[in-house]
C-alpha cells in the first residue's frame, strides 16, 4: 500500500499528527531529563582537564627552558674561567702599564660576567624549584578530575542505558510521524518548539486559555479550534493550538453548586412575592 502523501491529509488528521509528535518528543525530553546536569557536569570536567593538560604541557616546557637557560648560563662561565686564566697569564708577560690596565679590566670583566651568570642561574634554579611544585599540584589535580570524571561517566551511561532502548523506540515513532507531516508545517512546528521554553509546540486549550502561556482565547476564535478546519496559532505565544477533545483530553464538567439555605430562601420569598 502506497504511503499518503502528508499533504493529503486532513487539517484534523494533520493536528493529530502533530500533537501526538509533540507528545512522543516531550517523552524523549523527559528521558533526558533524568539525566539532569550529568551530561554537562561531564563536559565541564573534560574541560576543565583539557585545561589542566595544556598547564602542564606549559609548566614542562617552561621547566625545560630554565634548564637550557641553566647549561647556558655554566658554559658562559667555563668560558669567563677560561679567558680569565689566560688573562693572568698573560700579565706575567706584560710591557707596559697601558697592556697591564687592559688585562686587568678584561678580568674584572669576566669575573663580573660569572658573578652574573652564578645570578641568573640562582634564578632559574628557583624557577625550577617552583615550577616542578606547579607541575605536581596540576598532575594530582588532573588525576583526581581523571577520577571523577571516570565516575560521572560511568553514572551517567547507566542512566543511558536504563532508558536507551525506550528512547530509541520514541525516536522511530517521532520519525515515522513526522514522514506524515509536510514539510513546511513541520519546519515550524519546530521552530515554534525550539524557541518555546518548556519546548511545547503544540499545546491544547485549557480553560478558555492556551495551555502554553495561558493567556486567554476569545470565544469565537475556540470555536475556530474546535471546528478542525484550520491550523491555529496562539496570538500571544505563537504555539500550535488544538481542542482537548483532538489531544484525547478529557475536561470535567463544573459540578452545578447546590442552593445553599440563603439561597432557596431567597428563592421562596421570590414566589411567594410573585403570586
Known sequence: MAKKNPEDYTVEEKLKNL????ATLTSIDEKRALRGELPLEVQDIE???????????K??????????????????????RAL???YKT????VKNNREYDTLTKEIEFQDLQIQLCDKKIKEAEKKIVERTEDLQKTR??????DAILEEKKNELEEIIDET????DKLKIKAKDLEAKIESRLLSSFLRIRKNARNGLGVVYVQRDACGGCYSKIPPQRQLDIKMHKKVIVCEYCGRILVDPELAG???KAPEEKKPTRKTRATRKRKTEEEE
Not at 64 to 79: L, N, T
Not at 90 to 93: A, I, R, T
Not at 140 to 145: L, M, P, Q, T
Not at 164 to 167: D, G, L, T
Open 47 to 57: 574541560d576543565e582537564l583539557e585545561g589542566l593538560k595544556i598547564r602542564q604541557e
Open 90 to 93: 698573560q700579565l706575567n708577560d
Open 19 to 22: 500533537y501526538s509528535l509533540q
Open 140 to 145: 594530582k589535580n588532573i588525576e583526581d578530575k
Open 249 to 251: 483530553v478529557k475536561i
Open 164 to 167: 536507551r532502548a525506550e528512547e
Open 84 to 86: 680569565t686564566d689566560r
Open 59 to 80: 609548566i614542562a616546557t617552561e621547566i625545560q627552558d630554565y634548564k637550557k637557560a641553566i647549561a647556558i648560563r655554566e658554559a658562559e662561565i667555563e668560558e669567563a
